[in-house]
C-alpha cells in the first residue's frame, strides 16, 4: 500500500469515528456518546482507534470526556465537529480542512437520514427494521 492509499483509508476511519459520535450525540438528541475501546469489524484494534480518538480530540473536533476502562470513551461534539460533518454532508464532493474527499458512510448506520429539498436540516428517516417487514 502506498503512502496515498494509506492517508485515504485513515481519513475515512477518522470519519467513520467522526460521524458515528455525531449520530450518537446530535442526531439522537444526546449531549455525549461512548465510543468503545476497539472496533474489530470496522478494523480499528484499541491502538488504531486510540491515535483516532486522539486525532479528533487534538484537531477540536471531539472532546474526549474520560477514557473509561472496559467500556471505552465517553465523548461530546465539539461545534468544530459538528460544521465538519455538516459541511460534509451539504457539500459532499467538497474536500473540509480535514477530510480531503469525504465519503459519508450510510451503510454503517442502523437508520439512514435522507436529505429532502433545499433544507439540509429537513431529514427522512428510513429505518432498517421498516424495510424488512
Known amino acids: 500500500m502506498d503512502n496515498l492509499e494509506f492517508v485515504k483509508q485513515e481519513q475515512a476511519r477518522r470519519l467513520l469515528v467522526l460521524q458515528t459520535i455525531y449520530r450518537d450525540t446530535i442526531i439522537s438528541g444526546h449531549r455525549q456518546a461512548q465510543v468503545p475501546q476497539e472496533w474489530p469489524e470496522h478494523g480499528l484494534d484499541f491502538q488504531r482507534l486510540e491515535n ?22 465517553l465523548v461530546q461534539m465539539t461545534q468544530y465537529g459538528i460544521d465538519e460533518i455538516e459541511t460534509i454532508v451539504e457539500n459532499p464532493e467538497k474536500p473540509t480542512r480535514f477530510f480531503e474527499r469525504p465519503t459519508i458512510q450510510n451503510n454503517f448506520f ?20 421498516d424495510q424488512n417487514e
Request: hydrophobic share 40%.
Open 110 to 129: 442502523q437508520t439512514a437520514y435522507l436529505q429532502q429539498g433545499q433544507d439540509p436540516l429537513m431529514l427522512i428517516s428510513t429505518d432498517n427494521a
Open 52 to 73: 483516532i480518538m486522539l486525532y479528533l480530540n487534538d484537531k477540536g473536533l471531539i472532546q474526549i470526556v474520560r477514557l473509561q476502562p472496559m467500556r471505552g470513551y
